[in-house]
């Protein structure tokens, strides 16, 4: 079955902690990217990835990183994590340009930090 | 200026009652429009979309949207509301051509009462 996974689901940490949420799929998709939902906003684009060892910021990059060392993980790092990281976290890979081709979500991760 | 705007974050319908989310896209993005559903504790699965060709699109569960050029709309409607509809919905558009993320809008929710 074709999926983005995501682990943890749940998390709730201290400030300072650094933190990694993973993220990996089977679509051999060479686009993967971070969103993170907050309420009002919608989803915002953290990070992206184009393919292996090439990553970009999105919208909110401040206080994340990411790498991509292999093609189906692309986990994301909070260093040292704020309260204002408090957030439901989503995945998500494609297969090629937004407008042709449809972003798989994963089930999300929902962060507190206190 | 937003690429996408979602009018109501809250919409609420008797069961049985036509569903109108209401979706205004900017008229700079191109010309391709998306809606998801989000269930609770779930991530965010495709809808429909629009691409090219007819501007009435048909969705996943009795829901369609039709691309109005002119009024720059994308709305999301459905007959007959369902309490299985009860969800949060996003409009999300390509902010600019070659890019492979999507810009959301901030989400409706709707409720659908018995």
């Known amino acids: 079955e074709a999926q983005v996974t995501q682990n943890p689901r749940y998390l709730i940490t201290v400030t300072g902690k650094k933190l990694t949420v993973t993220c990996s799929q089977n679509m051999n998709h060479e686009y993967m990217s971070w969103y993170r939902q907050d309420p009002g906003l919608g989803l915002r684009q953290i990070y992206y990835?184009?393919?292996?060892?090439?990553?970009d910021k999105g919208d909110v990059p401040e206080g994340y990183k990411v790498s991509r060392k292999e093609k189906r993980n692309f986990p994301l790092i909070l260093e040292s994590p704020s309260p204002n990281q408090t957030s439901l976290y989503f995945c998500?890979?494609?297969?090629?340009?937004?407008?042709?081709?449809?972003?798989?979500f994963g089930p999300g991760t929902r962060l507190t930090v206190l | 200026a937003q690429s996408v705007t979602q009018l109501g974050s809250h919409v609420s319908v008797s069961e049985g009652a036509l569903v109108l989310l209401r979706c205004n896209y900017s008229?700079?993005?191109?010309?391709?429009l998306f809606w998801y559903v989000q269930y609770p504790n779930q991530g965010l699965q495709l809808l429909l979309k629009?691409?090219?060709?007819?501007?009435l699109v048909k969705g996943i569960n009795g829901f369609e949207a039709e691309f109005k050029k002119s009024e720059t709309s994308f709305h999301l409607t459905k007959p007959s509301a369902h309490m299985s509809d009860a969800a949060e919905y996003f409009c999300a558009v390509v902010p600019d051509t070659g890019r492979r993320a999507l810009t959301f809008g901030s989400g409706t929710r709707l409720q659908v009462q018995p």
């Open positions: 008229s700079s993005v191109p010309p391709y």
């Open positions: 990835s184009m393919n292996v060892e090439v990553t």
């Open positions: 998500a890979s494609t297969q090629g340009l937004a407008g042709h081709y449809e972003q798989f």
């Open positions: 629009y691409t090219t060709g007819a501007t």
